[in-house]
């Protein structure tokens, strides 16, 4: 059997092995449960603080300002649950603004909100994937209670205006919540300077562990967020419940080491990734590119095949680990919602492959994965065609 050329790095990073050495001492010798008084707490609860200044350190954060969460699903439903219901008792705004491509962790939740009495708008994206500023800054106003965009598109890559669009909130008297998981470890990222409010992150986007995230809060003793549970009160009172030290200093390994790593990753990362498109499509001509070809992640690869069905040739490719979508879409039969948005039809948008290569993707490795990729796309063009 061949092994798996992994190109799925939207979906998950693996782990990296120095991420693991510094988590393994908190599984066994170093377990205390850090809200404790006696010295296996203290000792954990300093681990915990190291890590916390080390998420920050990466976001340009300040470590009070960092909540621990399972990740940035939760910390998106946290931001968007609880700032919106904790603050329906003393303000009258009830628009809350978002995109026509963000993640369901955005849109389900915003959705919710909806049922509850508030008014969801949902800005539209250019060609590129961009959001349109002219649209956001009509719909931003004297009403809207929160702006929620991500930073990065976990599909084709876009990276989007938030300097811009959290000026529009801010102008309006709103406030400025970034889902920025894809985005964290990939590009540079300073909450100050982007100017956002809220900023979320997932630890295993980035080389950390699975389970485990946070959610920025800028100036937090100035901000209210109704809790999602109750408990004993951790982390502000937002996230009651026993920390997950273990995935937590994983987390903070992580972050140190994208810290150091990413001026040089992300050049070898997009090298790697114009590499394989040139390969692609010099093999078929036919195949295009999605995403903003200037502002866009630079591990990141959307390739559209007209005239195939994505999931189709991903049958034909078991020794790569590809995506024809989100991961959290991959099970359903409809294609894409960001590639609709984007103005793709239907049938290119199923005819669409998101490629992520990795810190641990090898040059030979994309070589290979181009080859056995456009192989098999011209065999199935072929066959469609006779």
């Known amino acids: 059997m061949q092994p798996l050329i992994y190109l799925d790095h939207h979906a998950t990073t693996p782990c990296d092995p120095l991420v693991v050495e510094a988590m393994l001492p908190y599984f066994t010798t170093q377990f205390g449960n850090p ?11 300093d681990a915990v603080q190291t890590a ?10 300040q470590p009070g300002e960092v909540v621990f969460t399972s990740g940035a699903t939760e910390a998106n439903n946290l931001v968007l649950l609880g700032y919106a219901r904790a603050a329906r008792a003393t303000n009258a705004r009830r628009r809350i603004v978002i995109s026509a491509i963000e993640h369901k962790a955005i ?13 969801i708008i949902t800005l539209p994206v250019d060609a590129q994937g961009t959001v349109d500023l002219a649209a956001a800054a009509e719909a931003i106003d004297a009403n ?3 702006v929620s965009i ?19 909130a801010h102008t309006a008297g709103a406030l400025m919540h970034t889902d920025a998981a894809q ?33 920025i809060v800028r100036h937090p003793r100035r901000i209210q967020l109704e809790p999602l549970g109750y408990g004993g009160g951790q982390e502000r009172g937002w996230r009651s419940g026993t920390l997950n030290v273990p995935g937590i200093i994983g987390f903070g390994a992580a972050c140190a080491l994208c810290a150091e790593l990413l ?55 078991p020794q790569l680990a590809l995506s024809i979508g989100s991961a959290c879409d991959s099970g359903t039969v409809e294609p894409s919602a960001t590639l609709l948005a984007i103005g793709l039809s239907r049938d290119d948008a199923r ?6 290569m990795g810190r641990f993707s090898m040059s030979q490795e994309v070589v290979q994965a181009a080859t056995v990729l456009t192989r098999q796309a011209t065999k199935l063009a072929d066959i469609a065609l006779s």
């Open 35 to 45: 809200s404790s008084a006696h010295f296996a707490g203290s000792r954990t609860a």
């Open 183 to 215: 985005a964290v470890g990939k590009i540079p990222v300073d909450v100050l300077d982007w100017g956002v409010d809220f900023l979320s992150i997932s630890a295993h986007k980035l080389y950390g562990p699975q389970g485990v995230g946070a959610l």
């Open 107 to 119: 849109i389900n939740p915003a959705k919710q909100l909806a049922r509850e009495g508030f008014e």
């Open 263 to 317: 001026p040089t990753e992300s050049l070898r990362l997009a090298a790697l990734r114009d590499d394989f498109e040139a390969a692609v499509i010099s093999a078929i001509p036919e195949a295009h590119r999605n995403g903003n070809l200037t502002s866009r992640l630079p591990h990141n690869s959307s390739l559209t095949f007209p005239g195939i069905e994505a999931d189709a040739l991903l049958a034909r490719l």
């Open 351 to 356: 005819a669409t492959v998101r490629v992520g």
């Open 52 to 61: 916390r200044e080390q998420v920050a350190g990466l976001v340009g954060a």
């Open 144 to 146: 809207t209670l929160l």
């Open 150 to 168: 991500h930073a990065a598109n976990g599909e084709i890559g876009t990276i989007q205006p938030i300097q811009q669009l959290a000026q529009l």
